[in-house]
């Protein structure tokens, strides 16, 4: 898996949009960005992935640079319920799944 | 709903004991699952990858003999821990790969997770 590096904590204000930075400059050609979030006392959950075009679907939005050394998870409008475990991975489609440190998503209302 | 289920979601055992996690796929056949544990406020570790059929895979640093994984059927993998100690009070996770999603958004689900409290 590519070496993912994430913020480690942000703050957002509820029904305000939210854009998450993650920074993957080793990623390889054929690895793809994956975003995962983590609730409190659950288990990851899937929201995104891509690799090289910008993807939506209801959960959230990818953005991935031209480059693909970096990309951020846009959540349009967050609300109490986004408050989480953000995870940035970088990998082969079927690889297992190494977890970073993650972004610690704080939503304020 | 949940497509991989875990059981129990909770469990306290007396230190010295055994204690099973069972992770299903509910409604796919998994070949592959893969089982982590996470410390409070700390990420997942991957601990290792189960293959239906065969031995399981450990990561590093994972003591086969004290983490038992059993992948006998399709939807069911167990892992146990023999021989539990306060410090493997943890939270377990466990995924599964549906194979069919290859190509079709994600491939691997995750259980909603154990807590193992051994006193």
């Known amino acids: 898996d ?4 994430q913020p480690n904590s942000m703050e957002s204000n509820e029904e305000e949009p939210v854009h998450l930075p993650c920074n993957h400059s080793t990623i390889s050609g054929t690895d793809y960005i994956h975003w995962y979030r983590q609730l409190p006392s659950q288990g990851p959950e899937y929201v995104i992935h ?11 939005s990818l953005a991935i640079a031209e480059d ?8 349009h409008r967050a609300t109490l319920r986004d408050a989480a475990v953000y995870y940035c991975i970088g990998r082969n489609r079927d690889d297992k799944i190494i977890f970073g440190k993650g972004t610690r998503l704080h939503i304020l209302p | 709903g949940a497509v991989v ?36 406020k700390q990420s997942l570790m991957l601990m290792a990858t189960s293959n239906e059929g065969s031995k399981a895979t450990y990561e590093q640093g994972v003591e086969k003999d004290k983490f038992l994984i059993n992948h006998a ?15 493997d ?28 409290t051994v006193v």
Not at chain 1, 68 to 75: Q, V, Y
Not at chain 2, 74 to 87: G, I
Not at chain 2, 94 to 113: H, K, M, W
């Open chain 2, 5 to 40: 289920s875990q059981h129990p979601s909770r469990v306290i055992c007396k230190s010295g004991t055994s204690v099973k996690i069972e992770c299903r796929s509910l409604d796919f056949q998994a070949t592959t699952m893969f089982w982590y544990r996470q410390f409070p």
């Open chain 2, 73 to 87: 059927s399709l939807t069911l993998s167990t892992l146990t821990v023999t021989s539990a100690h306060p410090e």
């Open chain 1, 2 to 5: 590519a070496k993912t590096t």
């Open chain 1, 50 to 60: 891509g690799l090289t075009s910008n993807v939506n679907n209801r959960m959230a």
């Open chain 2, 89 to 116: 009070s943890s939270f377990y996770i466990c995924s599964a790969r549906n194979p069919l999603r290859q190509g079709v958004g994600d491939t691997i689900y995750f259980g909603e997770g154990s807590w193992l």
């Open chain 1, 68 to 75: 693909r050394k970096s990309s951020t998870l846009i959540l």
